[in-house]
């Protein structure tokens, strides 16, 4: 029996970035001078994930500006990421405007980052006999992948919408267990976060630590048994390898309710996004939004 219980939680911030950055070289802007460009990007997106995959269930799940555990331990945590664009702040009311009008919810818990939320809401709904699906780019949600736990990672002109599931996450790391994941990543660091990770410990050395040792506690109980600089190295390294695995390390115990219902697709308000896109003179788009099939999807959750 095919399983209807198929939720898609959205990473907000990482798809209206990588919808802004796909126009940056001929951002779209409207008559009246705004950007729309992560808008129109976001709401593609969307509507093509719930047309292709009709899920029963969906949630939009951000960050939010206070600080989390991972700041106030690590204070240079994503400290050298540049202020939000302003194309991006100004999109931000609009396109919580257009999930009003798709009657979308968007969740959020401070002193969590969405990551938390959306790993949390996952392993909760996974229980409850969902089979999730988190949509984003960011190679970090491979270690909530299981049995009915996915990425979908939303493709581009260079390659394919991907979803990974476990056998594509242990190909793709060369690991042998997903919950390996967060030592591969702890040892490698990550500049896109400012984690350190292990000094002089990359992809090929962490495979190879990872082989012979299983994770990383393993690895610096075992220093004795490696020669040379890369020793020194790791020996020097561990209290920074340590904090940067747990640095990477997802929280899936956020204190979040899962209220399934509250996520169901349902009917979206077809005149307010028609007043919304006449405002962002989104002409060409219109007509696919208002005939995409949550308006179905709702019959059939009832049903």
């Known amino acids: ?181 967060t030592d591969y990543l702890g040892m490698m660091g990550d500049s896109a976060d400012n984690i350190p990770g292990i000094p002089g410990v990359g992809k090929k050395t962490a495979q190879k630590f990872i082989a012979e040792y299983g994770n990383m506690e393993s690895l610096f109980e075992n220093t004795h048994q490696l020669k040379g600089k890369i020793k020194e190295k790791v020996d020097e390294g561990k209290e920074m390898g340590l904090l940067s695995k747990k640095l990477v390390t997802i929280i899936t115990d956020v204190p979040i309710e899962f209220n399934e219902k509250e996520l169901i697709v349902e009917s979206k308000d077809k005149q307010a996004i028609q007043t919304l896109f006449e405002e962002l003179e989104f002409r060409a788009l219109l007509p696919r939004v208002l005939s995409s099939k949550s308006d179905n999807q709702e019959q059939n959750n009832i049903s």
């Open 1 to 181: 029996m095919q399983n209807n219980k198929k939720l898609f939680l959205l990473d907000a911030f990482a798809l209206i970035y990588r919808a802004y950055f796909a126009f940056i070289k001929n951002p779209r802007i409207n008559s009246k001078g705004l950007n729309t460009s992560a808008i129109f990007g976001f709401v593609n997106t969307l509507i093509e994930v719930i047309n292709k995959q009709q899920p029963s269930h969906i949630a939009v799940v951000f960050d939010t500006k206070k600080p989390t555990d991972r700041h106030i331990e690590y204070p240079e945590y994503k400290a050298h990421r540049e202020a939000m664009p302003e194309g991006i702040s100004e999109s931000l009311p609009y396109i919580d405007q257009f999930l009003v009008a798709m009657k979308i919810p968007k969740l959020f818990k401070d002193g969590f980052e969405a990551d938390d939320v959306i790993g949390t809401l996952a392993k909760k709904a996974e229980k409850e006999g969902f089979q999730v699906y988190m949509m984003t780019s960011d190679k970090d949600f491979a270690q909530l992948v299981s049995e009915n736990i996915f990425m979908y990672r939303p493709g581009n002109k260079w390659q394919p919408t991907a979803i990974w599931g476990i056998p594509e996450v242990l190909e793709k790391f060369e690991i042998k267990r997903v919950d390996q994941v």
